[in-house]
């Protein structure tokens, strides 16, 4: 069981390119989302999926698009980078949809580390 | 925005002590999670708590949810090496929804042999 999977887990950028992350789930679950964490900021929430064709818009999606075309899969794009976006990126899902409900648990890919120069 | 205010920001104990961390706000949560995380990896789910008052433990650790629903609180007891790590809180219901958590900035832990 894979869990969550973040691809590339490492990547430099130069100003105005585009990268789309990659994020795959192998536990059938309807909830993913994107987050970034950036030092003295904690997590904050960019964009979120309850289900295939389904997004919406979190704290800070401003820079980034999102698709939902399969349950599994929940790709972050940057169509132009900036260097405000140089950060870490989480990707995370949860079964039964809300993660703030309890007994959902929601887990956590490793991280994807991005820095735009 | 809702805002979740942890403190301490930074925590240096020795091996067998005791500590609490705290995550306030001024705005209710439906629930309230605690996450730990450590280097080069995605935050892990450590408890969700969701009635005001409620306590859950968990080995040497004990979460507290606030009456209010508005704080919660971590305590550990006899804290070992292993508990070092960065612990984050969340709260669910973030404008209404809980399908958007709030997190907290967190407090660095580490715990000296």
């Known amino acids: 069981n894979a869990g969550v999977t973040q691809t590339p887990k490492f990547q430099v950028l130069k100003t105005g390119q585009s990268m789309t992350l990659q994020c795959a789930q192998d536990?059938?679950?309807?909830?993913m989302s994107w987050y970034r964490q950036d030092p003295g900021m904690g997590l904050r929430l960019i964009h979120y999926s309850v289900g295939a064709g389904i997004t919406d818009q979190g704290e800070v999606p401003n820079g980034y698009n999102v698709s939902r075309s399969t349950t599994e899969d929940f790709p972050l794009r940057l169509l132009s980078a900036a260097p405000s976006q140089t950060s870490v990126y989480f990707c995370?899902?949860?079964?039964?949809?809300?993660?703030?409900?309890?007994?959902?648990?929601?887990?956590f890919g490793e991280g994807s580390w991005l820095t735009v120069v | 925005t809702q805002l979740l205010e942890q403190s301490p920001q930074f925590l240096s104990i020795q091996e067998g002590e005791n500590l609490t961390v705290y995550c306030n706000s001024s705005?209710?949560?439906?629930?309230l999670q605690w996450y730990r995380q450590e280097p080069g990896e995605g935050p892990v789910l450590l408890v969700t708590v969701v009635t005001g008052g409620e306590v859950k433990k968990l080995k040497r650790l004990t979460f507290q949810f606030g009456d209010a629903r508005k704080d919660s609180s971590l305590h550990i007891t006899a804290a070992q090496p292993g508990d070092t790590g960065l612990y984050l809180c969340?709260?669910?219901?973030?404008?209404?929804?809980?399908?958007?958590?709030?997190f907290g900035k967190g407090t660095l832990l580490t715990v000296n042999p």
């Open positions: 995370a899902s949860s079964y039964g949809g809300a993660p703030g409900v309890a007994g959902n648990t929601i887990y």
């Open positions: 969340a709260g669910g219901g973030s404008g209404g929804s809980n399908y958007k958590l709030t």
């Open positions: 536990m059938n679950h309807e909830y």
């Open positions: 705005s209710v949560f439906s629930s």
